[in-house]
């Protein structure tokens, strides 16, 4: 069975630093592109960083940008977002994701279950 567990959230305050970890099992991870996804209350889930298989190539939200680092090490099943200079608009449940990459025909997803991130003074 595959989960996909995020770790890491917390209340901080605004410049704070937090950084988040998503541990894999049950699939191959290093054949899956993984992302951070993050829902604020009362807000559509949005798209905050991905990286691909081997980590050669990374994208932000341009919010995020200059702030976050996304990053995965493959001998660990793991993936971590470094969160820096956080904004209190920054605050919400984080999800890891992961999906099979292009070109793949058939496409794969899976998500982890969340962590709370909440900035405030």
């Known amino acids: 069975q595959v989960h996909l567990v995020e770790s890491g959230g917390g209340l901080v305050q605004p410049g704070g630093s937090l950084r988040l970890s998503c541990a894999a099992s049950?699939?191959?991870?290093?054949?899956?592109?993984m992302s951070w996804y993050r829902q604020g209350p009362g807000k559509e889930r949005e798209l905050v960083a991905t990286?691909?298989?081997?980590?050669?190539?990374?994208s932000y939200l341009d919010s995020v940008k200059g702030r976050f680092t996304i990053s995965r090490d493959n001998t660990k099943n793991t993936l971590y977002l470094q969160m820096n200079n956080l904004k209190p608009e920054d605050t919400a449940v984080y999800y890891c994701?992961?999906?099979?990459?292009?070109?793949?025909?058939?496409?794969?997803?899976?998500w982890g279950q969340g962590t709370q991130v909440t900035v405030s003074s």
């Open positions: 049950g699939y191959t991870f290093s054949n899956y592109d």
């Open positions: 994701n992961a999906k099979t990459p292009p070109p793949s025909v058939i496409r794969y997803t899976y």
């Open positions: 990286i691909t298989t081997t980590g050669g190539s990374t």
